[in-house]
């Protein structure tokens, strides 16, 4: 009997086990390539509690950012689909429908290592670059936003585009879930104009939102450092530790590792748009190739 056969047979015989099996195997796949990707188990994704206002967070501001690696892997396949990044996303536009995730995802890193927050205006989509700042329209409504694309998704049929909890209240389809929108880019620098939203209502007893730190959604996990070399002796760590340390504000130390190495490390740093900025100043002066560590 070959492995196919047998799983077929397992499948067959025990359901429910097969079942769980399956869905440890995905986990566990999801949870290693490092991307977006929504559950496939039975478990809803949800909103807040209660009603909640969200009148007072605002559009995401496009701005001129540093494009890393990071969630910029092309292609990249997930379930079977095959995705490549667009190289030029100027002028991108695209009619589809738009869905939100929430709590489910609320704490836990995007593609590119930030932290998902519901309550900021950021988005997942499949092949725009990261990060990207789109308009989206509800084209029920006429209501728009502008929200940073920082994550991958949604990888369910016939969706563009997942929004924040506040991006898809503020377009007032949180009740649906889903909504026909159109998606475009706007670049850094042009006139993010969007309709007034102004006058949604808001419910009966809401509270007021958390608003993020990073509304645009940079906040990263508080264990992010920068490290910019590994040494075999402390003293030409130190000579490097105080190379960075001259350009910028963030703390530089040096830190014994394994063996005999000393690493440089700056940080921790918390907001993804300063750590590139530093990143390519470090490139640009020659100090140092730098790469994201936790710890």
Not at 4 to 21: D, E, K, Q
Not at 82 to 92: A, H, K, M, N
């Amino acid at each position: 009997m070959n492995a196919l056969s047998f799983l077929n047979r397992f499948a067959r015989l025990y359901p429910r086990t097969w079942g769980r099996l399956w869905a440890l195997m995905l986990t566990v796949l999801l949870s290693a390539c490092g991307t977006y990707i929504p559950s496939r188990d039975p478990i809803k994704d949800s909103g807040p509690k209660g009603p909640v206002d969200v009148s007072h967070v605002p559009n995401a501001v496009p701005r001129v950012e540093p494009r890393t690696k990071a969630g910029n892997k092309s292609p990249y396949t997930v379930l079977g689909e095959t995705y490549r990044v667009l190289e030029d996303s100027r002028g991108f536009r695209q009619r589809g429908i738009a869905s939100w995730y929430g709590n489910k995802f609320h704490g836990r890193r995007t593609a590119n290592g930030e932290i998902y927050n519901m309550y900021g205006m950021t988005a997942a989509h499949k092949t725009l670059p990261i990060p990207s700042y789109v308009r989206v329209t509800n084209l029920n409504n006429g209501r728009q936003v502008i929200v940073r694309v920082n994550d991958r998704g949604p990888f369910h049929d016939n969706r563009i585009i997942d929004l924040t909890y506040s991006a898809a209240a503020k377009l007032g389809f949180i009740k649906h879930g889903t909504a026909p929108v159109a998606v475009e880019v706007v670049e850094p620098g042009a006139v993010a104009v969007v309709t007034d939203t102004a006058g949604i209502s808001t419910p009966a007893g809401a509270m007021r939102a958390p608003t993020p730190a990073t509304v645009d959604g940079f906040q990263l996990p508080d264990n992010t450092f920068l490290q910019a070399g590994a040494f075999g002796s402390r003293r030409a760590a130190e000579a490097q530790r105080q190379r960075i340390a001259s350009v910028t504000p963030f703390p530089v130390v040096v830190q014994p590792g394994d063996g005999d190495l000393y690493r440089v490390r700056i940080g921790p740093i918390r907001d993804n748009l300063k750590l590139s900025q530093l990143r390519e100043l470090l490139q640009e002066k020659q100090l140092a190739v730098p790469h994201v560590v936790y710890d």
